[in-house]
């Protein structure tokens, strides 16, 4: 119970919207808006001790009431309160000088000031926002002398109204104010004992009556009435003891008559409730029981919700039935019974799924179509086409069973991307599946129900998120799926690829057949040699290979950017990165074939700068014209109900403000400190390889990986052993084999190539040969590396270094014979990213160029080689001095 507490002579002040609170009333209020966040940060969080705040209500401007206002200039005594003094006099309401009549806030003249009891802060998800939850206690009354600002929010300079102990026992003497008193006790006496046998609840209110002093006992009873905010005001206003209890004293008769009527309605009304009625209402009854006890899920109603669901799905008449025979089966079950859930979320499948509903296909504009994906997507002049292609068939023959189109390549080519717009251009919903790591058949087919835990499989999940029935629908990476003892997830999707099977596809799950025949299926891979050959059959693939750097830094100029700016709330004024800053990204920290780490290193500097530019908000100038205290109640937040929200008069900046607060006139412009700054030292240079292969024993090869062409050194060394030779770097059984016919090459040639002075040397007497492939932690596999391996041999005995800027790739015979590979084009690129000069390449795969840029090959000097003795020609500087002594 509050005592008497010395009010300071300034208070700060929390304006309450049409909301009065009186001495000795506890209240919860949450702080949203930024003043009051910062008057409660600033006043109590921070204070060790309770700190005191004063409560003063405020009319809604809209009411009309008699403004008496006196508004004056005036510096204050507290340096920080610069602004305009606010005086508020002694009527009800007050107004600030705004020209605009609606700009008008009532402050009352007198408040009440509160000690917080309890504080606690929280941060609202996902804005990041502050807020702070009080529970205050109402203490004394005072009045305002003057009003004014402090930063955000305001403070007063206040006179106490509580009566002195003199002045009290002056009053209580008073023979009217004890004859007042009496009729006030007696009639909150009949009140507590009404509530009590309404409430059964002990005698605790009736110890109040014996020991508050009835001048605090009139505000606690008025307190927890509903009235009206007159009422309240006028309760407030109450300082003489005498009016405040004559006042009290009627507000409590108030309640006691409406409370006594109330129940003689009911008493009538329940003798007129006729059976059913009375059913109802213990029904209702039953419920309010149920949900205090938290077992109440409104089970009848949710089940008649889903009937009407269901109802509306569009069933086919079949499955229809069969829904109708779950249902049933379900309606005669208890909630708590095994079984009822499973089948309630089955038939909420059922219900949510797409059987008839379907986004409308527009008209194909081919037109349209192609300015779409040449908005979205950079070049792929080829595939683009091929896009189109597939777009027309379906103009001409909406219900062809064209092929299923497959887009193989690197990652982050624009696969995903490209398969999206298809969707975009055919104005139909998109969803992604993802495969990648899929072993088990009920994956792709789910499981039957009779499993615990069972669910449907990825395809019918992903209708059910889309909700239409002929969505784009992206299988991603199929080459992925694996198969194993579950079953084999390849022979389920061969039948959703299957038009012919596909109409009547059988989920186990579902275990009623869904027509998947109006999808539209595209798939990705990153290597189409995984695919299982039936599969492959049903689609068409695409390939995409990697990018060129120029490409690459066309694509971040033109879209990379733009997009990673937008997402991070940012545009070319506050950030710009020039062209040559994205060539430094794309050479020195990306050495990929596709665009995605360049995307996300963008990203990083677009973070770095919205850093920057969000730390300029603490700068932004608090506008403290006298016009914004008087702006109007914009964040009207109060809430209804027993939690008050309390309304603060904004005073801080608006968004227009900041936005042109943050009109920086000079945009950041990434340079090369910034780059390192935030994406740290360069990852890699050109200096690389050259550093790799300064000592013999090293050659650079070119491979094919899941993410493109890349380069791989093989390292090759000696030491005193038996003559066996150890491999190392995760390799598959094709490149150990080819590692020992190079190795078997080189010894049979030993004397040709000057690496022994006579045939009958044996190189390896006395020592081991150790062969690495760094990057030990990737699986290595395929015969491509049988020419690098000779040459690094080669390097290792002739104790001479390979050339540096010389790649290759290419599979040897045992007689040395050089053998075509794959992923020419890819082997190329990669060759190009990390600057190399040379490629040397079996001569049959001269074909294969065409595919490859003509940029690109500008800048290389590919060399053909039709046997082992070319490439060593090639390989080292100078040539290969043995040629001729070679002989088959
Ligand atoms: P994938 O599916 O091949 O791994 P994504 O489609 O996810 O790659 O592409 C990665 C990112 O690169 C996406 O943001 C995509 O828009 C962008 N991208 C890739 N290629 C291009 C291109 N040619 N033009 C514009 N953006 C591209």
Same mark, same amino acid.
């Given at each position: 119970?509050?005592?008497?507490?010395?009010?300071?002579? #300034?208070?700060?002040?929390?304006?309450?919207?049409?909301?009065?609170?009186?001495?000795?009333?506890?209240?919860?209020?949450?702080?949203?808006?930024?003043?009051?966040?910062?008057?409660?940060?600033?006043?109590?969080?921070?204070?060790?001790?309770?700190?005191?705040?004063?409560?003063?209500?405020?009319?809604?401007?809209?009411?009309?009431?008699?403004?008496?206002?006196?508004?004056?200039?005036?510096?204050?005594?507290?340096?920080?309160?610069?602004?305009?003094?606010?005086?508020?006099?002694?009527?009800?309401?007050?107004?600030?000088?705004?020209?605009?009549?609606?700009?008008?806030?009532?402050?009352?003249?007198?408040?009440?000031?509160?000690?917080?009891?309890?504080?606690?802060?929280?941060?609202?998800?996902?804005?990041?926002?502050?807020?702070?939850?009080?529970?205050?206690?109402?203490?004394?009354?005072?009045?305002?002398?003057?009003?004014?600002?402090?930063?955000?929010?305001?403070?007063?300079?206040?006179?106490?109204?509580?009566?002195?102990?003199?002045?009290?026992?002056?009053?209580?003497?008073?023979?009217?104010?004890?004859?007042?008193?009496?009729?006030?006790?007696?009639?909150?006496?009949?009140?507590?004992?009404?509530?009590?046998?309404?409430?059964?609840?002990?005698?605790?209110?009736?110890?109040?009556?014996?020991?508050?002093? %009835?001048?605090?006992?009139?505000?606690?009873?008025?307190?927890?009435?509903?009235?009206?905010?007159?009422?309240?005001?006028?309760?407030?206003?109450?300082?003489?003891?005498?009016?405040?209890?004559?006042?009290?004293?009627?507000?409590?008769?108030?309640?006691?008559?409406?409370?006594?009527?109330?129940?003689?309605?009911?008493?009538?009304?329940?003798?007129?409730?006729?059976?059913?009625?009375?059913?109802?209402?213990?029904?209702?009854?039953?419920?309010?029981?149920?949900?205090?006890?938290?077992?109440?899920?409104?089970?009848?109603?949710?089940?008649?919700?889903?009937?009407?669901?269901?109802?509306?799905?569009?069933?086919?008449?079949?499955?229809?039935?069969?829904?109708?025979?779950?249902?049933?089966?379900?309606?005669?079950?208890?909630?708590?019974?095994?079984?009822?859930?499973?089948?309630?979320?089955?038939?909420?499948?059922?219900?949510?799924?797409?059987?008839?509903?379907?986004?409308?296909?527009?008209?194909?504009?081919?037109?349209?179509?192609?300015?779409?994906?040449?908005?979205?997507?950079?070049?792929?002049?080829?595939?683009?086409?091929?896009?189109?292609?597939?777009?027309?068939?379906?103009?001409?023959?909406?219900?062809?069973?064209?092929?299923?189109?497959?887009?193989?390549?690197?990652?982050?080519?624009?696969?995903?991307?490209?398969?999206?717009?298809?969707?975009?251009?055919?104005?139909?919903?998109?969803?992604?599946?993802?495969?990648?790591?899929?072993?088990?058949?009920?994956?792709?087919?789910?499981?039957? #129900?009779?499993?615990?835990?069972?669910?449907?499989?990825?395809?019918?999940?992903?209708?059910?998120?889309?909700?239409?029935?002929?969505?784009?629908?992206?299988?991603?990476?199929?080459?992925?799926?694996?198969?194993?003892?579950?079953?084999?997830?390849?022979?389920?999707?061969?039948?959703?690829?299957?038009?012919?099977?596909?109409?009547?596809?059988?989920?186990?799950?579902?275990?009623?057949?869904?027509?998947?025949?109006?999808?539209?299926?595209?798939?990705?891979?990153?290597?189409?040699?995984?695919?299982?050959?039936?599969?492959?059959?049903?689609?068409?693939?695409?390939?995409?290979?990697?990018?060129?750097?120029?490409?690459?830094?066309?694509?971040?100029?033109?879209?990379?950017?733009?997009?990673?700016?937008?997402?991070?709330? %940012?545009?070319?004024?506050?950030?710009?990165?020039?062209?040559?800053?994205?060539?430094?990204?794309?050479?020195?920290?990306?050495?990929?074939?596709?665009?995605?780490?360049?995307?996300?290193?963008?990203?990083?500097?677009?973070?770095?700068?919205?850093?920057?530019?969000?730390?300029?908000?603490?700068?932004?100038?608090?506008?403290?014209?006298?016009?914004?205290?008087?702006?109007?109640?914009?964040?009207?937040?109060?809430?209804?109900?027993?939690?008050?929200?309390?309304?603060?008069?904004?005073?801080?900046?608006?968004?227009?403000?900041?936005?042109?607060?943050?009109?920086?006139?000079?945009?950041?412009?990434?340079?090369?400190?910034?780059?390192?700054?935030?994406?740290?030292?360069?990852?890699?240079?050109? #200096?690389?390889?050259?550093?790799?292969?300064?000592?013999?024993?090293?050659?650079?090869?070119?491979?094919?990986?899941?993410?493109?062409?890349?380069?791989?050194?093989?390292?090759?060394?000696?030491?005193?052993?038996?003559?066996?030779?150890?491999?190392?770097?995760?390799?598959?059984?094709?490149?150990?084999?080819?590692?020992?016919?190079?190795?078997?090459?080189?010894?049979?040639?030993?004397?040709?190539?000057?690496?022994?002075?006579?045939?009958?040397?044996?190189?390896?007497?006395?020592?081991?040969?150790?062969?690495?492939?760094?990057?030990?932690?990737?699986?290595?596999?395929?015969?491509?590396?049988?020419?690098?391996?000779?040459?690094?041999?080669?390097?290792?005995?002739?104790?001479?270094?390979?050339?540096?800027?010389?790649?290759?790739?290419?599979?040897?015979?045992?007689?040395?014979?050089?053998?075509?590979?794959?992923?020419?084009?890819?082997?190329?690129?990669?060759?190009?990213?990390?600057?190399?000069?040379?490629?040397?390449?079996?001569?049959?795969?001269?074909?294969?160029?065409?595919?490859?840029?003509?940029?690109?090959?500008?800048?290389?000097?590919?060399?053909?080689?039709?046997?082992?003795?070319?490439?060593?020609?090639?390989?080292?500087?100078?040539?290969?001095?043995?040629?001729?002594?070679?002989?088959?």
């Amino acid at each position: 119970m509050a005592e008497s507490v010395e009010l300071p002579s #300034r208070l700060a002040i929390l304006p309450f919207r049409n909301k009065v609170l009186l001495p000795g009333a506890i209240i919860r209020i949450r702080c949203t808006s930024p003043s009051s966040v910062k008057l409660v940060e600033q006043e109590l969080w921070q204070k060790e001790e309770k700190g005191l705040i004063g409560i003063l209500p405020v009319r809604d401007s809209a009411e009309n009431v008699t403004v008496s206002s006196m508004v004056a200039q005036g510096g204050g005594t507290d340096p920080d309160e610069r602004s305009p003094k606010v005086h508020v006099g002694s009527s009800d309401s007050h107004k600030l000088d705004g020209k605009n009549q609606q700009e008008v806030i009532h402050w009352h003249a007198r408040g009440v000031a509160a000690r917080a009891l309890h504080l606690s802060r929280g941060v609202e998800k996902p804005s990041g926002r502050v807020t702070y939850m009080v529970v205050l206690e109402g203490l004394s009354r005072f009045s305002v002398q003057e009003l004014s600002t402090r930063g955000t929010y305001y403070t007063a300079r206040i006179t106490p109204l509580e009566m002195t102990k003199a002045e009290m026992e002056l009053v209580e003497q008073d023979p009217d104010f004890v004859s007042l008193s009496r009729h006030f006790k007696a009639t909150a006496m009949e009140l507590i004992s009404v509530l009590e046998q309404k409430q059964k609840t002990g005698g605790r209110t009736k110890v109040l009556l014996e020991t508050v002093p %009835l001048h605090k006992l009139a505000d606690i009873f008025v307190a927890s009435f509903e009235i009206s905010f007159e009422e309240q005001l006028s309760m407030l206003d109450s300082v003489d003891l005498k009016v405040r209890l004559s006042k009290a004293t009627e507000l409590v008769e108030r309640h006691l008559q409406s409370i006594r009527v109330a129940e003689k309605i009911t008493q009538k009304v329940e003798g007129q409730l006729s059976k059913s009625q009375k059913e109802f209402l213990l029904r209702q009854q039953m419920r309010a029981i149920k949900e205090e006890l938290g077992d109440n899920d409104d089970d009848e109603d949710d089940i008649a919700a889903l009937e009407s669901k269901m109802q509306s799905a569009g069933m086919p008449s079949n499955i229809w039935k069969h829904a109708q025979r779950e249902l049933r089966r379900l309606k005669k079950m208890q909630p708590q019974q095994p079984g009822y859930n499973s089948s309630r979320v089955y038939l909420e499948l059922l219900a949510d799924l797409p059987w008839q509903k379907a986004s409308e296909e527009l008209e194909l504009d081919l037109k349209a179509a192609k300015e779409q994906l040449d908005s979205d997507h950079y070049g792929l002049v080829k595939v683009k086409q091929r896009i189109i292609e597939y777009l027309a068939v379906r103009k001409l023959k909406p219900d062809a069973r064209g092929p299923v189109l497959c887009f193989v390549g690197p990652p982050g080519v624009g696969k995903t991307s490209l398969a999206s717009s298809i969707a975009t251009a055919l104005g139909r919903k998109f969803v992604r599946i993802s495969l990648g790591g899929v072993k088990d058949e009920a994956d792709i087919r789910g499981h039957r #129900r009779t499993y615990i835990g069972s669910m449907p499989g990825r395809l019918i999940d992903g209708l059910k998120r889309v909700a239409v029935c002929n969505p784009v629908m992206l299988l991603d990476e199929i080459d992925k799926t694996g198969s194993d003892v579950r079953g084999d997830p390849a022979s389920a999707l061969l039948e959703v690829l299957d038009p012919e099977q596909n109409k009547s596809f059988n989920d186990h799950y579902l275990n009623v057949p869904f027509d998947l025949s109006k999808v539209v299926f595209v798939a990705t891979a990153n290597r189409m040699q995984p695919i299982p050959p039936p599969l492959l059959d049903r689609m068409e693939v695409i390939e995409l290979p990697g990018y060129t750097p120029e490409e690459k830094l066309r694509i971040a100029m033109r879209h990379l950017i733009p997009r990673v700016l937008d997402q991070h709330g %940012l545009s070319p004024d506050f950030l710009q990165i020039p062209e040559d800053m994205v060539k430094l990204v794309i050479q020195r920290y990306t050495r990929e074939a596709g665009v995605r780490n360049l995307e996300r290193n963008l990203a990083a500097l677009a973070r770095a700068a919205a850093v920057k530019v969000a730390e300029q908000e603490q700068v932004v100038p608090l506008n403290q014209d006298m016009q914004r205290l008087a702006s109007p109640l914009v964040e009207n937040r109060l809430a209804g109900g027993a939690e008050v929200e309390m309304e603060v008069l904004p005073m801080g900046v608006n968004n227009h403000e900041i936005s042109n607060t943050f009109n920086i006139s000079s945009p950041l412009v990434v340079d090369e400190e910034m780059l390192e700054k935030v994406l740290g030292p360069p990852r890699f240079d050109d #200096r690389e390889v050259a550093e790799r292969i300064s000592s013999p024993g090293v050659s650079v090869g070119l491979v094919w990986t899941t993410f493109g062409g890349e380069v791989q050194f093989v390292e090759a060394t000696t030491m005193v052993g038996k003559g066996e030779l150890h491999l190392t770097g995760q390799l598959g059984d094709v490149i150990k084999e080819s590692a020992q016919i190079a190795l078997t090459w080189v010894r049979a040639r030993a004397a040709d190539l000057k690496l022994a002075s006579t045939e009958e040397i044996n190189l390896l007497n006395g020592r081991d040969i150790h062969i690495h492939f760094p990057a030990g932690a990737v699986p290595k596999d395929g015969p491509s590396a049988g020419i690098t391996l000779v040459t690094a041999l080669v390097s290792l005995f002739s104790r001479r270094s390979a050339r540096a800027d010389t790649a290759m790739t290419g599979e040897m015979t045992l007689r040395g014979l050089v053998l075509p590979v794959g992923g020419i084009k890819d082997k190329i690129l990669a060759a190009h990213r990390y600057g190399i000069k040379r490629v040397i390449l079996p001569e049959r795969n001269l074909k294969d160029l065409v595919e490859v840029p003509s940029a690109v090959l500008a800048s290389l000097e590919i060399i053909f080689a039709k046997r082992m003795e070319d490439v060593l020609e090639q390989a080292f500087d100078g040539g290969c001095p043995w040629r001729q002594h070679s002989k088959l």
